[in-house]
Structure formats: structure tokens, C-alpha cells
């Protein structure tokens, strides 16, 4: 009896590692023919709505455009909330990395004659051309090969890179970019620390610039402007003295590159030349946009300190 219940137990056993195995050579032949090119099974990939190759194909032309709200889409809500706190140019740093060009471009999607997807991002400078490669699925994880190369190059030299996609709530999301796992939690602390320098030296700049425009206003309408709003563009017709045009309109609100800028006129009076004003520029998250608070006295002295996010004063130490 113990035998003949043996004997069946063992078939059953062999039936499911059978059945087992059948299945897994039959995912190992799809995937391997979907990296082979097939035409048979590349097209219905490639063009199925969602996919994971049109999903990156999405991706990449979020990053050549360099559109950060587009770009989003495309993140695991963990990665997604984790973009939302870096910078601007944390963002655009990130996006470089998906299609290795410094500015943006315009993408133009094609296919090629089995189907795969070919995208083209067109810069002023250079135009490169990224080919997606059928999928590898993996239960809800995709493996795209991808090659990127410069279509001015005539020696055929190209990169070749591994994107990773996962499905979350039922869309293509990023999942890695070669052996990088895309974890922004993981790594927003790192580029922080990176970028803060960046932002900090942008915050002086910003404030040379604030006050050239300070001044460019005051010799031409003999005054100073009332608010930092009077130096942005106008928004219809020319330049005046409501809207000067001598300032971006992120700086004119005051905000820009994770700082915050604060004009503030000394005094009562805002007439000629020896009317004066101060400026300054605090880091909007403190520890994470910048740590030094950056001030400019009525004199034109630059100071900075680490004010843990307030505002600082002409007490602190001169900024060569």
C-alpha cells in the first residue's frame, strides 16, 4: 500500500516538475525571441498600448525634451514623491542621464522594419538615435536592450544599455538604467550634498543679477522699483516701468533654483541715486537646496552664513 501511494506521489511529482519545465522553456523562447528581432513577435511588443517599450519610448522623450512633468509619469510612486524634492536641476541631471545630451532636444519617434521602436533626440549641436530592443518579461519586470548612438558618427560606435521597467497599478514604470537601480530615496541625499554647492554659487549670481537689473531700473526711470515683480517681462508689449524685462520671471517672483530672493528697500525714499536697498537669498529647504543664507547690504557688500534657513544680516562674513 505505502508503495503504490509512493509510486503515485512520485508521478504526480514528475507531471508538475513536467509542466513546470514546459512552461519555463516556453517564457525563455519568447523572450529570447523578442531580443532575436523576430518579426513575428517584435511588432505585437512594440506597438501594444502601455507597453513596456512604448512606455520607455515615453520615458526617453520626456528626458530629451527634458520634461520634468512627463518624466514623472513614468516613476514608481516611491521614485515619483523622491523627484518631487530635488531640485530643478537635480531633475534635469537625472533626465541627461537616459539620453547622455547636455540640452534639450526634440524627439521624433520611428520604427524599423521588424517593428522596434527608433527615437531620434535632435539637439542644436547633435542628434542621437536610441533603438529599443524586444522585452525580456519577467512576470511584472521588463528587460529592454537599448542602443544609443550619434548619428554623425560614421564609425559605428554606440552605447548599449540594459532599461529596466516594473508594472505598478497596471502602467510601465522606470525600474533601473543598466546596473543602476533607480532608487531617488536612496539617492537624494547623495546628490543633495552634490548639488548644493551648484545651488549655492547660483544664489550669488542670482543676486549680481538682481542687483545689475536694481540698478539698470534706477538710472533709466530715476527711482527704484517698488518689488522685485517690476523688473520681471511684461506680459503683453513692451518693457515699462511696471515690467521692466530686466529679470526671468522666476526670478521676479523671487523664486528660483531652490532659493528664495527678498528685496527690501532702506528708508523712505525710493528717488535717485541715494535711495538704497538690501537683498537676500535663503535656501528654500534648508540642508537640502543650500545651507548658507546670502545677503546684500545697502553698500553692495555680499555676506553669507549658515543661518539654519533664516535670513541673514550684514553681521555675517563678507563673500569675496
Given amino acids: 500500500m505505502r508503495s503504490q501511494k509512493t509510486k503515485i506521489v512520485g508521478r504526480i511529482f514528475f507531471l508538475v516538475c513536467a509542466v513546470l519545465l514546459t512552461a519555463a522553456n516556453g517564457l525563455s523562447q519568447e523572450s529570447n525571441s523578442k531580443l532575436a528581432g523576430s518579426a513575428a513577435n517584435a511588432p505585437s511588443e512594440t506597438t501594444t498600448i502601455g507597453g513596456p517599450s512604448v512606455a520607455l519610448k515615453a520615458v526617453l522623450s520626456a528626458a530629451c525634451s527634458q520634461n520634468q512633468t512627463d518624466f514623472a509619469r513614468f516613476l514608481t510612486a ?44 535632435e539637439t542644436p549641436d547633435v542628434t542621437t538615435e536610441m533603438q529599443i530592443g524586444g522585452a525580456d518579461l519577467r512576470d511584472n519586470m521588463a528587460f529592454l536592450p537599448m542602443e544609443l548612438r550619434d548619428t554623425a558618427d560614421t564609425t559605428g560606435a554606440s552605447h548599449q544599455i540594459t532599461m529596466g521597467m516594473v508594472r505598478e497599478d497596471g502602467e510601465w514604470r522606470l525600474l533601473s538604467l543598466g546596473l543602476l537601480l533607480l532608487d531617488l530615496p536612496a539617492l537624494e541625499v547623495e546628490w543633495d550634498a552634490a548639488e548644493m554647492e551648484a545651488t549655492e554659487r547660483g544664489a550669488i549670481e542670482a543676486l549680481k543679477k538682481i542687483a545689475e537689473a536694481v540698478e539698470a531700473y534706477r538710472n533709466k526711470n530715476s527711482r527704484l522699483p517698488e518689488s522685485l515683480a517690476n523688473l520681471g517681462p511684461p506680459l503683453h508689449g513692451p518693457a515699462n516701468a511696471a515690467a521692466a524685462g530686466l529679470l526671468d520671471s522666476d526670478l521676479a517672483t523671487g523664486m528660483k533654483n531652490g532659493y528664495a530672493f527678498r528685496y527690501v528697500i532702506v528708508g523712505a525714499s525710493t528717488l535717485g541715486a541715494p535711495a538704497k536697498y538690501e537683498l537676500a537669498a535663503t535656501p528654500r529647504r534648508y540642508g537640502r537646496t543650500g545651507r548658507r543664507s546670502f545677503f546684500r547690504d545697502s553698500n553692495g557688500g555680499l555676506h553669507a552664513a549658515d543661518c539654519q534657513g533664516a535670513v541673514g544680516s550684514e553681521t555675517d562674513p563678507k563673500v569675496d
Wanted: proline content about 7%; some cysteine.
Fill in 78 to 121: 516611491r521614485n515619483k514623491e523622491a523627484f518631487s524634492r530635488m531640485t530643478p536641476a537635480a531633475r534635469i541631471s537625472l533626465m541627461k542621464r537616459f539620453v547622455l545630451l547636455n540640452e534639450p532636444g526634440k524627439a521624433t519617434a520611428s520604427t524599423n522594419p521588424v517593428g522596434r521602436l527608433i527615437l531620434h533626440c
